[in-house]
């Protein structure tokens, strides 16, 4: 039992797929197992409508890993776990 354990980010908290679908992108492939981090969405969004993604802003665009399967994902992903 781990009632009284302590907090733990557990994978199957951790592990939640992201899926995009690209009209741009390449098509029926997986194009990165890497961890996503839901802070590159909005800057992803703000890169596909043009937009530009103000310097302050965190997180990174991920767009490149949707049309382009050797792209590099973002190297570090941030996980917060709160029990209350």
Same mark, same amino acid.
């Given at each position: 039992?781990?009632?009284?354990?302590? =907090?733990?980010?557990?994978?199957?908290?951790?592990?939640? =797929?992201?899926?995009?679908?690209? +009209?741009?992108?390449?098509?029926?492939?997986?194009?990165?197992?890497? +961890?996503?981090?839901?802070?590159?969405?909005?800057?992803?969004?703000?890169?596909? #409508?043009?937009? +530009?993604?103000?310097?302050?802003?965190?997180?990174?665009?991920?767009?490149?890993?949707?049309?382009?399967?050797?792209?590099?994902? +973002?190297?570090?992903?941030?996980?917060? #776990?709160?029990?209350?």
């Amino acid at each position: 039992c781990l009632f009284a354990k302590g =907090p733990a980010a557990y994978d199957d908290v951790a592990r939640i =797929p992201f899926i995009v679908r690209d +009209p741009k992108g390449v098509r029926g492939g997986v194009y990165s197992r890497q +961890p996503v981090s839901h802070i590159n969405v909005c800057p992803t969004i703000m890169e596909y #409508f043009g937009l +530009p993604v103000p310097k302050v802003m965190q997180g990174e665009s991920i767009l490149e890993t949707s049309r382009n399967l050797d792209a590099k994902a +973002p190297e570090y992903t941030f996980i917060e #776990f709160t029990r209350f």
